[in-house]
């Protein structure tokens, strides 16, 4: 499975940026996906996952209750949304994929597809 993220930008404290990744291949329907982030200077994080039918989502506890994780099998596309952003987010957001036995998995070393990064800027 290839992925692609995209959505990333520059926005101001206390708004909003969805992000997408768009999959390639027929089997993303059948895999979990999650997304990470890596700030300046920092180890890549945990943000959240999604089980492989989209119907269980799980939060990092910075991020919970702000962030929404959702996928669209029909679309081969997962989603991230990011409402009330604050200056701490600021890094590139990294989308993912692994077997679906790793539902919920927040450690990087079991997902075995990544994209490429799209960089999210919180100014204060």
């Known amino acids: 499975v290839q992925l692609q993220a995209s959505g990333g930008g520059l926005v101001q404290a206390g708004g909003s940026l969805r992000l997408s990744c768009a999959a390639s291949?027929?089997?993303?329907?059948?895999?979990?996906g999650a997304w990470f982030r890596q700030a300046n200077g920092k180890e890549r994080e945990y943000v959240a996952a999604?089980?492989?039918?989209?119907?269980?989502?799980y939060y990092a506890a910075p991020v919970k209750g702000r962030f929404a994780i959702s996928k669209d099998n029909d679309k081969n596309t997962m989603y991230l949304q990011m409402n009330s952003l604050k200056p701490e987010d600021t890094a590139v957001y990294y989308c993912?994929?692994?077997?679906?036995?790793?539902?919920?998995?927040?450690?990087?070393?079991?997902?075995?597809?990544w994209g490429q990064g799209t960089l999210v800027t919180v100014s204060s």
């Open positions: 993912a994929s692994a077997p679906l036995s790793y539902s919920g998995s927040y450690y990087p070393r079991e997902y075995d597809s």
């Open positions: 291949g027929s089997t993303f329907s059948r895999r979990a």
């Open positions: 999604v089980s492989w039918s989209g119907g269980s989502q």
